[in-house]
């Protein structure tokens, strides 16, 4: 199945920890993202990376990195976890050809601070 | 930064019955998107639509840009339609991102 894919799907975990969570798309898009999802459902963006280069950070806490090992993957990895971190995190990717930026979302992941 | 309203923001059908979802933006935009996220979380691409009228079964999507909105259309409902719809915009001088609506909460009851 053409997708965007994430794992995993849930992450239970204590405060102070650090976890990652992956991404991969076999769409073939030379762009990708993450955003999150809070507990109203209001969706924003954190990070875009073209080419496995960062042109989006918005402002998010430095405990966020995201890592571009290439085009078809984007991973997030997240120290030093607080509980205001739970929220679904979504991986999407796009191919920015000109006049046409459609993208494609994965399952996400819910992440849960204990 | 652009501003995306939806509305209603809860809508409550009976099987059967169509729906009007309605999306404004505040500035021009070069790409608009409709999603439905359905009850186990998923994003479904419904439309990709920034400008225009598109059909897909029992849905279609309007967009007129000029006015900066968009309409979501839902016919004869059925309740696997249940779940909120999403409007996002991208502007391309704002950079590859998609600003996204708050959502409408549709539940289709049988």
């Known amino acids: 199945d053409t997708a965007v894919s994430q794992t995993p799907k849930y992450l239970v975990t204590q405060m102070g920890n650090d976890k990652s969570i992956k991404c991969e798309q076999n769409l073939g898009h030379d762009t990708m993202y993450w955003y999150k999802q809070d507990s109203k459902k209001f969706l924003k963006i954190m990070f875009s990376?073209?080419?496995?280069?960062?042109?989006i950070n918005e402002t998010v806490p430095n405990r966020f990195s995201p890592k571009s090992p290439d085009k078809a993957h984007l991973n997030l990895h997240i120290n030093s976890l607080e509980l205001g971190d739970s929220a679904v995190y979504f991986c999407?990717?796009?191919?920015?050809?000109?006049?046409?930026?459609?993208?494609?979302f994965g399952p996400g992941t819910r992440l849960t601070v204990l | 930064g652009i501003q995306v309203e939806q509305s209603p923001p809860d809508l409550i059908l009976q099987e059967g019955a169509n729906s009007t979802l309605r999306c404004n933006f505040s500035d021009s935009v070069n790409n608009l998107q409709w999603f439905h996220q359905n009850p186990w979380g998923q994003l479904i691409n419904l439309f990709y639509i920034p400008s225009g009228t598109k059909q897909n079964g029992r849905l279609s999507a309007t967009t007129v840009a000029t006015e900066r909105y968009s309409l979501l259309y839902i016919s004869s409902s059925q309740t696997t339609d249940s779940g909120v719809y999403f409007c996002a915009v991208e502007r391309w001088a704002s950079g590859s991102r998609l600003t996204f609506g708050e959502g409408t909460q549709l539940t289709v009851n049988p």
């Open positions: 999407a990717s796009s191919s920015r050809r000109v006049g046409y930026n459609e993208q494609f």
């Open positions: 990376y073209n080419n496995k280069e960062l042109i």
